[in-house]
């Protein structure tokens, strides 16, 4: 008796402004993906000037759908870096971007953990938005700390359950700049201070 696989259901959001405006990310259903939500994403890139955007290179941690990462580059970020494990949403993370000829996202399918204990380069904007109900978020930040991976002045950008007493707290040097949170969602962006 051959055994059916249950299909992963794919939906999409779009992205919300710059030059890809309107266009539809599928997102595919299956566990741990769990991409912000329009209404987030909106509020976080407003929370950024167009100025900082546009002189960025961007770090797209746990990426997923790769929508942080696409909307940055839709605002005219020099690049995002996108970091993903699971096959499926590279797969699909890939196909939007032959799609909408974009060039300066670049995808890599790796372990976030692992691929930032060996140091590259530094960025000036990191979104940080790990499955829920690990500890993921918190090795994450020591490693950016650890192996330079952000810029003075970088913006961090942390997406986490909205459970009480349980956000992480963060370097001192990182300045908190925005938050605001809904029934189950903290967000924030901090500021790294060097000289703090």
Same mark, same amino acid.
């Given at each position: 008796?051959?055994?059916?696989?249950?299909?992963?259901?794919?939906?999409?959001?779009?992205?919300?402004?710059?030059?890809?405006?309107?266009?539809?990310?599928?997102?595919?259903?299956?566990?741990?993906?769990?991409?912000?939500?329009?209404?987030?994403?909106?509020?976080?890139?407003?929370?950024?000037?167009?100025?900082?955007?546009?002189?960025?290179?961007?770090?797209?941690?746990?990426?997923?759908?790769?929508?942080?990462?696409?909307?940055?580059?839709?605002?005219?970020?020099?690049?995002?870096?996108?970091?993903?494990?699971?096959?499926?949403?590279?797969?699909?993370?890939?196909? =939007?971007? /032959?799609?909408?000829?974009? @060039?300066?996202?670049?995808? %890599?399918?790796?372990?976030?953990?692992?691929? +930032? $204990? !060996?140091?590259?380069?530094?960025?000036?904007?990191?979104?940080?938005?790990?499955?829920?109900?690990?500890?993921?978020?918190?090795?994450?930040?020591?490693?950016?700390?650890?192996?330079?991976?952000?810029?003075?002045?970088?913006? =961090?950008? /942390?997406?986490?359950?909205? @459970?009480?007493?349980?956000? %992480?707290?963060?370097?001192?040097?990182?300045? +908190? $700049? !925005?938050?605001?949170?809904?029934?189950?969602?903290?967000?924030?962006?901090?500021?790294?201070?060097?000289?703090?």
């Amino acid at each position: 008796m051959k055994i059916l696989k249950k299909k992963s259901k794919i939906t999409s959001i779009q992205i919300i402004s710059g030059k890809y405006k309107n266009s539809r990310i599928p997102i595919i259903n299956t566990k741990n993906l769990r991409p912000t939500t329009n209404y987030i994403r909106e509020t976080l890139f407003n929370w950024i000037s167009n100025e900082k955007i546009k002189k960025s290179h961007c770090l797209d941690c746990f990426s997923g759908s790769g929508a942080l990462g696409i909307e940055a580059v839709s605002r005219y970020a020099l690049s995002s870096t996108c970091i993903e494990i699971q096959k499926k949403a590279i797969f699909f993370l890939k196909k =939007i971007l /032959i799609k909408l000829s974009i @060039t300066n996202v670049h995808v %890599i399918r790796a372990n976030t953990i692992q691929w +930032l $204990k !060996k140091p590259n380069k530094s960025y000036d904007i990191i979104f940080l938005d790990p499955p829920f109900k690990t500890t993921l978020l918190k090795q994450t930040i020591a490693l950016l700390i650890k192996n330079n991976w952000l810029k003075n002045n970088a913006l =961090i950008y /942390i997406e986490q359950e909205n @459970t009480l007493n349980k956000l %992480i707290t963060p370097p001192n040097n990182w300045i +908190l $700049k !925005k938050e605001k949170k809904t029934k189950k969602i903290h967000y924030s962006l901090y500021m790294n201070v060097n000289n703090f």
